[in-house]
């Protein structure tokens, strides 16, 4: 059974830091490249990085040098280290297979960027 949690999301101020933790279980971890995706209030869901069983790694434009993203194929955990948060950042955040696995999303985790 596939089931993906992710968790760590809260209110930082603009240039604050927050890490992002998808604890997935089932065959989608194991046998997938995995993704960070979110979206915002009013906006279509988009991805933000994705990361290879290998551990190679891809960003969107818009959050490359400020996010990481890493997974831990032992604890069949992803993670996300976000820093030089800006409003724009603000949004539910989710993980999973990449390109996603439609029926398989999480509740995700808000993300709140503001002063």
């Known amino acids: 059974q596939v089931q993906l949690v992710e968790s760590g999301g809260g209110l930082v101020q603009p240039g604050g830091s927050l890490r992002l933790s998808c604890a997935a279980s089932?065959?989608?971890?194991?046998?997938?490249?995995m993704g960070w995706y979110r979206q915002a209030p009013g906006k279509e869901r988009e991805l933000v990085a994705s990361i290879t069983t290998g551990g190679s790694t891809n960003y969107r434009d818009f959050v490359k040098g400020r996010f990481t993203i890493s997974r831990d194929n032992a604890k069949n955990t992803m993670y996300l280290q976000m820093n030089s948060l800006k409003p724009e950042d603000t949004a539910v955040y989710y993980c999973n297979a990449y390109p996603p696995w439609n029926g398989y999303w999480g509740q995700g985790t808000q993300v709140t960027v503001s002063s």
């Open positions: 089932g065959s989608i971890f194991r046998i997938n490249v």
